[in-house]
C-alpha cells in the first residue's frame, strides 16, 4: 500500500493541527463504568442531543481556525466511539491503529482502518500488547506511553524497538485516571499540565527536568483541566469551567479557546480524548 506521508505527520502535541479525525457521539452512554467521572454521571446520564450540538460546534470551531476535520462512521454498539484519540496514534509519518484494552471499545478501531484504506493510507495495526493513544504523547524525539490499565509496559518496549530514532519513556501513574493525558500534556517545548496526585515523585521528577510544570486543581482534575488540545500558533481548546487552567494559560501568552462539551465529558474525555490528529506542522 502505497503511503500518503502528506496526511501522516505528528512530531508533537503543539505544531499547527491541519488534519484530525473526530467522530459523532450519537450513540454515546456509560454503558460500564470506567473511571471517577462517569461513576458521578452514571445515574444521571447523558444527553445525546446536547452532546451532538455541542460536539458539531466543537468540529465548527475546529474548521474556524482552519483544521480539516475527518468525521468517522458511528455505530450504535460503540458507545464510547467519541474518543478517537484511542483508537490510534501518529508517531513521526507514522498512524498506529491501537489494541484496545476495554470490551465495550474493542471493534472502534476496525472503523478507522476501513477509512485508512479507503484513502490509501498505511498504518501499522498494533497488534498483541494493549495500548491506546491515549496513553501515548510525543514531543519531538521523546515519546510518553502512560502505563495503566488501558496500555502496558510491553506495548511501550514494542513501540521503542519499531521507533529506533525516538527516546521511548514509560510514565507509571494512578490507574484510575484511566489515560495518561487526563493528568499530563504537553503544550510547548517548554511547557506540559499536570496533576501531581496521579503521579510518583520519580516520574513528577523526570518531568520537571523537561518541562516547566503548570499543576492542575483536584476539582479541574475532574473537570479534565489537563485534556486541553493545543492546535499551534499558542491556540489551545479548553473548558469555559476550568477558569483556573485557563487563567495561567493565557498569563503565558496563549489563546484560549473555549467551547462547551460539558455532555461529553460525563464519559471522561475531553479535547484531547476527542481527536487523533494525522498532520501537524
Not at 460500564?32 to 444527553?47: A, L, M, R, T
Not at 504537553?186 to 511547557?191: K, L, R
Not at 485557563?246 to 460525563?266: H, P, S, T
Request: charged share 25%; aromatic share 10%; net charge negative.
Amino acid at each position: 500500500m502505497e503511503i500518503k506521508s502528506a496526511y501522516t505527520n505528528c512530531y508533537s502535541e503543539y505544531g499547527r493541527l491541519k488534519r484530525v479525525v473526530l467522530c459523532e457521539p450519537q450513540y454515546m452512554t456509560i454503558r460500564d463504568v470506567i473511571n471517577e467521572v462517569q461513576k458521578k454521571f452514571k445515574n444521571e446520564g447523558i444527553h445525546i442531543e446536547k452532546a451532538v450540538r455541542q460536539h458539531r460546534q466543537f468540529v465548527s470551531k475546529l474548521r474556524e481556525f482552519g483544521v480539516e476535520v475527518v468525521l468517522l462512521p458511528y455505530h450504535k454498539k460503540f458507545p464510547e466511539q467519541v474518543f478517537t484519540r484511542d483508537i490510534g496514534f501518529t508517531l513521526g509519518e507514522t498512524i498506529f491503529v491501537a489494541e484496545m484494552a476495554s470490551k465495550v471499545r474493542k471493534g472502534e478501531q476496525d472503523q478507522l482502518k476501513q477509512w485508512l484504506e479507503d484513502e490509501t493510507i498505511s498504518y501499522y495495526n498494533f497488534i498483541g500488547n494493549q495500548i491506546e493513544g491515549g496513553d501515548v504523547m510525543i514531543d519531538g524525539e521523546v515519546i510518553y506511553v502512560g502505563l495503566s490499565n488501558r496500555t502496558n509496559r510491553q506495548a511501550a518496549e514494542h513501540l521503542s524497538k519499531l521507533l529506533t530514532n525516538f527516546e521511548v519513556i514509560p510514565v507509571p501513574f494512578v490507574e484510575k485516571y484511566l489515560h495518561l493525558d487526563c493528568v499530563f500534556n504537553v503544550i510547548s517545548p517548554t511547557e506540559a499540565l499536570y496533576y501531581p496526585e496521579a503521579l510518583g515523585q520519580k516520574e513528577i521528577n523526570l518531568l520537571a527536568s523537561k518541562y516547566d510544570l503548570i499543576e492542575v486543581t483536584k476539582e479541574e482534575q475532574f473537570r479534565l483541566g489537563t485534556n486541553v488540545l493545543n492546535i499551534g500558533d499558542k491556540q489551545i481548546f479548553s473548558l469555559p469551567v476550568n477558569t483556573h487552567v485557563n487563567e495561567q494559560l493565557r498569563a503565558r501568552g496563549y489563546q484560549v479557546i473555549e467551547v462547551d462539551i460539558n455532555e461529553i465529558i460525563k464519559s471522561g474525555g475531553s479535547f484531547r480524548c476527542c481527536t487523533l490528529p494525522l498532520l501537524r506542522e
